[in-house]
């Protein structure tokens, strides 16, 4: 069974620091991009990061750039979010896909698979 599991959503005040982790199962994780997804209330669901693992190719969003770090375990099949400097407009719901290949969209409907999310609230 494909299994994405999001962890470490939570309430920190502005510029504090958070650490989501992405942990996979049931697919070959070396063959993936691990992208992250962000959806705000009343916002269209947004791209936020992506990470190859089997190369380490990278890409953030202009939002979060200098902000975020993405970063990939692959004896352990997770993927993390290093996400500091928060801001009240970092709050929403956080969610990793997954896609098989060699290239990737940061397009929620391009992925094989998809997690249920995390909230990461950040107050002023």
């Known amino acids: 069974e494909v299994q994405l599991v999001e962890s470490g959503g939570g309430l920190v005040q502005a510029g504090e620091s958070l650490r989501l982790s992405c942990a996979a199962s049931g697919f070959t994780f070396d063959d993936y991009f691990i992208g992250w997804f962000r959806q705000a209330p009343g916002k269209e669901r947004e791209g936020v990061s992506c990470?190859?693992?089997?190369?380490?190719?990278?890409y953030y969003a202009d939002s979060v750039k200098g902000r975020f770090t993405i970063s990939s375990d692959n004896a352990k099949n997770t993927v993390y979010l290093q996400m500091s400097s928060l801001k009240p407009e970092d709050t929403a719901v956080y969610y990793c896909?997954?896609?098989?290949?060699?290239?990737?969209?940061?397009?929620?409907?391009?992925?094989?698979?998809w997690g249920q999310g995390t909230q990461v609230t950040v107050s002023s």
């Open positions: 990470i190859s693992s089997s190369d380490g190719r990278t």
């Open positions: 896909a997954a896609k098989e290949g060699s290239y990737y969209h940061m397009d929620w409907d391009f992925n094989d698979y």
